[in-house]
């Protein structure tokens, strides 16, 4: 990759100085590049190999106050002459939005150093030594038990990639990532019970991923735990929330803080800032800043330095994600972060996002609970931000007399998003990010279980 | 289309013979199978908010996706620059996955026919940007004209045009050129210190433009919404526990893609791991229910004249009389289960690997009357729109949510109801389908369906159904 980085940082540049040559007030470009790779083993057998690389550019074109975008996977002359065109031409179709323009001038930056969001080492191991790390991690799996009868298979993916944005602000600047993950679905049978679960880690660099048994044994427990689930009575009661589970109603709240639904009154969080919306234990963070952090980046997609903001400090809601356009809309300042494809007007995005860790550690807050559920799996997307009503359909294990019982499937757990907030009454001490979104085990008062 | 006439060929300047000599190539280490998918695909989108046409995009992807088959293994490369030089590197990487002497002397191609299923002269993606962009703006003027509540309409328009190129060790090439488009329209309305409430509605097709300004148009798709949103101002919270269900007519058939659909895809079970394995020939339904995926019905957005790995789309009977009687297959699960392809292997884009996957899924119509069914029950919920579902394939659990719903009592419709998440289980949720009524219909339109990654367009239809028993997750 190294011959191409200083032709395709030039390239972003060109198309944008050609974007303005053709009449654009403004112009922003994007372009990715990566390479990718997977292995897949199922049943102790390769069974899968992907590898390849791929390169696009995506071009925002603002004229006046109307703005145009395409995008091309074709880079030659011929599709770069195409690419400017059409964006120029395309703005002639839409509205004036006097909102809309690129960030000003001294909003746009870069984090200095090094955030480790590169690590050349996931590209070093060959082909048979990732395929050997899919492999152990599935035979970990396969040999942990013998109701462990079957398995969707184990994969070794990785990643190494490059983003460029360039605008016609004076704006340049591109960074490399990796990334490199292993994940193992194994499938338990006892009878006429069949259950599936996974367990996955992912790092920056492969020296930083768990080792293959560790995720092999831990999917293998997950899955079996599962086996002989009971459908239990409809009811009420407190609920925990394990944390790849906690970590599904932070993107639940992602949606909430949105500032393109809050401009739009879109979300039940609208015009709520400054006033108590959570529970006071729970506090919720976006940093994009974390070095090596799967949501860290130097720059956000508009070319604004990225950051950390408090989103939900001790329940009081604080601020709201926002792009340049949705802050321009509510007469706030961006909070860095636009995030998008490759074409299009920017949206919003997250960095690392994430509920602080708590003080108790999850079995005591299992300890605590006479009659409950502890919830491993939601499926389904019962969640409606508007109105805050939300119903999913859950897997997970009773809780009786502070222990973890039996399992139970096939039932829903249902509440409205503000009273599950401020319901929160524990929230667990073990944060751990395995993607750019965490959570730690949480604990609501009360949720509606629907089953039999 | 002829392979002469392709942007392949033309622009791209492939001959017949480099698509042999790659194909030969990809089998160079022993593979028993080789396919090259080529891609050329034109979008477009189109989107209004706040009376505004805020964005308007347009792009091109190309690329050519190598597959290798070896035994059960396979490997795959793709390259999205179409040189001669890089199609071949990206064959040798795919020939990778078989290690051995190549057995294959020479491929020789001949065009293959599908089906002519969406005969559109002019794509919706070729037509001028003025006329696509007038559709957003009519479907936000109706939206907001359809009541004073009203008061945030977002719309938005898609297409594409995709030129795809197969061509297979098998010696079989065959060329397809799939437009599609869909409209969709999302209204929020509100009274007076009250929350507000969405709707939603949408469709479209492997149709032309005309379909949209003569069928169904924007003002249709708008009111819709609007309606649906307005209605919702009324709505109570959903009751939980089980209950009997009656499911209306078209996308409700949602229930069919999750509860029995990818449980029947070849894949899940030739590796045993769905929950209906091994149970061809049993009954898994009532015997009211015949449940048929088909991928040639003229315009839907779900069909294909051929699919993704160049075989012609089928009518393909998945439940016959309540009797588990065919899976989905693709090339790769065909050849391991030793039986013939579905036409039934679909893929993304030519990044990705084809897998079984369906197309338009449906129920056959009963002989009931849908007011019939409906008065026939004292207490339960009819459900008239959804949002999205999901399944578990293993445990055979299912969910999907309700967007729009009413409460039943005494035999008649009474109090909406919102966010009605349904749950029950794929092999038994069926057998408690008590009526079926002569209503079938198709969906409008607008199904995506996501598996292992990848997205593909697909439909869903039923006639009204009446299910006996399924758990309800609301808080009353």
Same mark, same amino acid.
């Given at each position: 990759?190294?011959?191409?980085?200083?032709?395709?940082?030039?390239?972003?540049?060109?198309?944008?100085?050609?974007?303005?040559?053709?009449?654009?007030?403004?112009?922003?470009?994007?372009?990715?590049?990566? *390479?990718?790779?997977?292995?897949?083993?199922?049943?102790?057998?390769?069974?899968?190999?992907?590898?390849?690389?791929?390169?696009?550019?995506?071009?925002?074109?603002?004229?006046?106050?109307?703005?145009?975008?395409?995008?091309?996977?074709?880079?030659?002359?011929?599709?770069?002459?195409?690419?400017?065109?059409?964006?120029?031409?395309?703005?002639?179709?839409?509205?004036?939005?006097?909102?809309?323009?690129?960030?000003?001038?001294?909003?746009?930056?870069?984090?200095?150093?090094?955030?480790?969001?590169?690590?050349?080492?996931?590209?070093?191991?060959?082909?048979?030594?990732?395929?050997?790390?899919?492999?152990?991690?599935?035979?970990?799996?396969?040999?942990?038990?013998?109701?462990?009868?079957?398995?969707?298979?184990?994969?070794?993916?990785?990643?190494?990639?490059?983003?460029?944005?360039?605008?016609?602000?004076?704006?340049?600047?591109?960074?490399?990532?990796?990334?490199?993950?292993?994940?193992?679905?194994?499938?338990?049978?006892?009878?006429?019970?069949?259950?599936? *679960?996974?367990?996955?880690?992912?790092?920056?660099?492969?020296?930083?991923?768990?080792?293959?048994?560790?995720?092999?044994?831990?999917?293998?427990?997950?899955?079996?735990?599962?086996?002989?689930?009971?459908?239990?009575?409809?009811?009420?009661?407190?609920?925990?929330?394990?944390?790849?589970?906690?970590?599904?109603?932070?993107?639940?709240?992602?949606?909430?803080?949105?500032?393109?639904?809050?401009?739009?009154?879109?979300?039940?969080?609208?015009?709520?800032?400054?006033?108590?919306?959570?529970?006071?234990?729970?506090?919720?963070? *976006?940093?994009?800043?974390?070095?090596?952090?799967?949501?860290?980046?130097?720059?956000?997609?508009?070319?604004?330095?990225?950051?950390?903001?408090?989103?939900?400090?001790?329940?009081?809601?604080?601020?709201?994600?926002?792009?340049?356009?949705?802050?321009?809309?509510?007469?706030?300042?961006?909070?860095?972060?636009?995030?998008?494809?490759?074409?299009?007007?920017?949206?919003?995005?997250?960095?690392?996002?994430?509920?602080?860790?708590?003080?108790?550690?999850?079995?005591?807050?299992?300890?605590?609970?006479?009659?409950?559920?502890?919830?491993?799996?939601?499926?389904?997307?019962?969640?409606?931000?508007?109105?805050?009503?939300?119903?999913?359909?859950?897997?997970?294990?009773?809780?009786?007399?502070?222990?973890?019982?039996?399992?139970?499937?096939?039932?829903?757990?249902?509440?409205?998003?503000?009273?599950?907030?401020?319901?929160?009454?524990?929230?667990?001490?073990?944060?751990?990010?395995?993607?750019?979104?965490?959570?730690?085990?949480?604990?609501?008062?009360?949720?509606?279980?629907?089953?039999? | 289309?002829?392979?002469?006439?392709?942007?392949?060929?033309?622009?791209?300047?492939?001959?017949?013979?480099?698509?042999?000599?790659?194909?030969?190539?990809?089998?160079?280490?022993?593979?028993?199978?080789?396919?090259?998918?080529?891609?050329?695909?034109?979008?477009?989108?189109?989107?209004?908010?706040?009376?505004?046409?805020?964005?308007?995009?347009?792009?091109?992807?190309?690329?050519?996706?190598?597959?290798?088959?070896?035994?059960?293994?396979?490997?795959?490369?793709?390259?999205?620059?179409?040189?001669?030089?890089?199609?071949?590197?990206?064959?040798?990487?795919?020939?990778?996955?078989?290690?051995?002497?190549?057995?294959?002397?020479?491929?020789?191609?001949?065009?293959?026919?599908?089906?002519?299923?969406?005969?559109?002269?002019?794509?919706?993606?070729?037509?001028?940007?003025?006329?696509?962009?007038?559709?957003?703006?009519?479907?936000?003027?109706?939206?907001?004209?359809?009541?004073?509540?009203?008061?945030?309409?977002?719309?938005?328009?898609?297409?594409?045009?995709?030129?795809?190129?197969?061509?297979?060790?098998?010696?079989?090439?065959?060329?397809?050129?799939?437009?599609?488009?869909?409209?969709?329209?999302?209204?929020?309305?509100?009274?007076?210190?009250?929350?507000?409430?969405?709707?939603?509605?949408?469709?479209?097709?492997?149709?032309?433009?005309?379909?949209?300004?003569?069928?169904?148009?924007?003002?249709?798709?708008?009111?819709?919404?609007?309606?649906?949103?307005?209605?919702?101002?009324?709505?109570?919270?959903?009751?939980?526990?089980?209950?009997?269900?009656?499911?209306?007519?078209?996308?409700?058939?949602?229930?069919?893609?999750?509860?029995?659909?990818?449980?029947?895809?070849?894949?899940?079970?030739?590796?045993?791991?769905?929950?209906?394995?091994?149970?061809?020939?049993?009954?898994?339904?009532?015997?009211?229910?015949?449940?048929?995926?088909?991928?040639?019905?003229?315009?839907?957005?779900?069909?294909?004249?051929?699919?993704?790995?160049?075989?012609?789309?089928?009518?393909?009977?998945?439940?016959?009389?309540?009797?588990?009687?065919?899976?989905?297959?693709?090339?790769?699960?065909?050849?391991?289960?030793?039986?013939?392809?579905?036409?039934?292997?679909?893929?993304?884009?030519?990044?990705?690997?084809?897998?079984?996957?369906?197309?338009?899924?449906?129920?056959?119509?009963?002989?009931?009357?849908?007011?019939?069914?409906?008065?026939?029950?004292?207490?339960?919920?009819?459900?008239?729109?959804?949002?999205?579902?999901?399944?578990?394939?293993?445990?055979?659990?299912?969910?999907?949510?309700?967007?729009?719903?009413?409460?039943?009592?005494?035999?008649?419709?009474?109090?909406?109801?919102?966010?009605?998440?349904?749950?029950?289980?794929?092999?038994?949720?069926?057998?408690?389908?008590?009526?079926?009524?002569?209503?079938?219909?198709?969906?409008?339109?607008?199904?995506?369906?996501?598996?292992?990654?990848?997205?593909?367009?697909?439909?869903?239809?039923?006639?009204?159904?009446?299910?006996?028993?399924?758990?309800?997750?609301?808080?009353?």
């Amino acid at each position: 990759m190294s011959s191409g980085e200083n032709h395709l940082s030039e390239l972003a540049r060109d198309i944008v100085r050609r974007a303005v040559a053709a009449g654009a007030g403004d112009a922003e470009c994007t372009i990715e590049e990566g *390479d990718e790779f997977s292995a897949n083993v199922r049943m102790r057998e390769l069974e899968n190999l992907k590898e390849a690389g791929s390169r696009a550019a995506g071009l925002r074109i603002v004229r006046g106050q109307r703005t145009g975008s395409s995008y091309t996977s074709d880079l030659s002359e011929e599709g770069i002459a195409r690419l400017v065109k059409s964006a120029i031409e395309l703005a002639d179709v839409t509205t004036d939005d006097p909102h809309a323009g690129l960030p000003e001038p001294e909003e746009l930056g870069a984090i200095e150093g090094d955030l480790r969001l590169f690590s050349a080492d996931v590209d070093t191991l060959d082909t048979e030594g990732r395929i050997a790390l899919a492999r152990r991690a599935e035979a970990a799996a396969l040999d942990a038990d013998p109701r462990i009868t079957n398995s969707e298979g184990a994969s070794f993916d990785s990643y190494a990639g490059r983003h460029i944005f360039a605008n016609s602000r004076g704006f340049a600047g591109d960074y490399r990532s990796s990334s490199c993950s292993l994940s193992v679905v194994p499938v338990a049978k006892d009878g006429e019970s069949m259950e599936r *679960d996974f367990w996955y880690h992912s790092a920056r660099s492969l020296g930083r991923l768990e080792a293959p048994e560790q995720i092999g044994r831990t999917a293998a427990a997950r899955a079996l735990r599962r086996l002989n689930p009971v459908k239990v009575a409809t009811q009420k009661v407190p609920v925990v929330f394990e944390p790849r589970v906690a970590a599904s109603l932070v993107e639940n709240l992602f949606e909430a803080v949105h500032g393109m639904m809050i401009y739009r009154h879109e979300s039940f969080l609208a015009g709520k800032l400054g006033e108590r919306v959570a529970s006071e234990k729970l506090s919720l963070i *976006d940093d994009a800043t974390v070095p090596g952090g799967f949501g860290t980046s130097p720059f956000d997609d508009e070319g604004v330095a990225s950051r950390r903001t408090v989103v939900i400090e001790g329940g009081v809601l604080k601020s709201y994600l926002l792009n340049t356009y949705a802050a321009r809309k509510l007469g706030m300042k961006t909070t860095g972060n636009a995030s998008r494809g490759l074409t299009g007007n920017a949206g919003i995005g997250h960095g690392n996002f994430f509920f602080a860790n708590g003080v108790l550690p999850p079995e005591r807050i299992i300890a605590g609970i006479a009659d409950g559920f502890y919830v491993t799996e939601l499926i389904g997307m019962g969640v409606n931000i508007v109105t805050g009503d939300y119903s999913r359909g859950a897997v997970g294990l009773w809780i009786r007399n502070g222990e973890l019982a039996f399992a139970v499937s096939e039932v829903t757990i249902a509440g409205k998003l503000q009273d599950m907030l401020m319901g929160v009454e524990e929230v667990g001490d073990d944060l751990e990010f395995r993607g750019s979104v965490a959570a730690p085990t949480l604990k609501i008062g009360e949720m509606t279980v629907g089953g039999k | 289309m002829r392979f002469s006439e392709s942007i392949f060929s033309t622009r791209f300047q492939i001959a017949r013979h480099d698509l042999e000599n790659h194909l030969a190539e990809a089998l160079s280490a022993g593979g028993d199978y080789a396919d090259l998918y080529f891609e050329y695909l034109l979008t477009s989108s189109i989107g209004i908010d706040e009376s505004m046409v805020k964005s308007v995009t347009e792009g091109v992807s190309v690329g050519v996706g190598v597959r290798v088959i070896a035994g059960e293994r396979t490997g795959y490369a793709y390259s999205d620059d179409l040189s001669p030089e890089k199609i071949r590197k990206a064959a040798r990487v795919a020939a990778h996955i078989a290690a051995g002497p190549s057995h294959v002397d020479k491929v020789s191609l001949n065009e293959g026919q599908g089906h002519n299923l969406y005969a559109v002269a002019m794509a919706p993606t070729e037509t001028a940007f003025s006329e696509r962009v007038e559709l957003v703006k009519r479907a936000d003027r109706a939206a907001r004209a359809y009541d004073p509540r009203i008061f945030q309409v977002q719309a938005s328009y898609a297409d594409n045009l995709r030129e795809v190129m197969v061509a297979t060790s098998e010696g079989v090439l065959t060329l397809d050129r799939q437009p599609l488009a869909r409209l969709s329209v999302s209204a929020l309305a509100r009274v007076e210190g009250g929350e507000p409430q969405r709707g939603h509605a949408g469709g479209g097709g492997r149709v032309d433009l005309d379909f949209f300004l003569r069928e169904k148009t924007p003002e249709y798709f708008a009111r819709e919404a609007a309606r649906e949103a307005v209605a919702m101002l009324d709505s109570v919270a959903a009751p939980a526990g089980e209950m009997t269900v009656v499911l209306g007519p078209g996308w409700p058939g949602i229930l069919l893609h999750e509860a029995v659909g990818h449980g029947l895809e070849a894949d899940f079970n030739r590796k045993g791991v769905s929950a209906f394995s091994g149970r061809m020939g049993q009954r898994v339904a009532s015997e009211l229910c015949t449940v048929i995926d088909d991928g040639t019905i003229s315009n839907r957005r779900g069909s294909l004249n051929v699919d993704d790995e160049g075989h012609p789309t089928r009518r393909n009977v998945l439940i016959e009389n309540g009797v588990l009687t065919g899976y989905l297959q693709d090339k790769l699960s065909s050849r391991l289960m030793k039986s013939a392809s579905t036409g039934s292997g679909r893929r993304e884009s030519y990044a990705h690997v084809p897998m079984p996957r369906m197309t338009n899924t449906f129920m056959l119509a009963g002989q009931s009357d849908p007011a019939d069914i409906i008065r026939s029950v004292p207490k339960g919920l009819y459900c008239a729109n959804f949002g999205g579902g999901q399944v578990d394939i293993t445990s055979g659990n299912f969910v999907f949510s309700a967007s729009e719903s009413y409460l039943i009592e005494d035999g008649k419709l009474t109090r909406p109801v919102r966010n009605a998440t349904l749950i029950g289980n794929g092999p038994e949720a069926l057998k408690y389908v008590s009526m079926v009524g002569n209503d079938l219909r198709l969906d409008e339109g607008i199904g995506i369906c996501g598996k292992e990654g990848q997205s593909v367009p697909v439909g869903v239809g039923i006639p009204t159904l009446k299910i006996d028993k399924m758990t309800v997750g609301g808080t009353q």
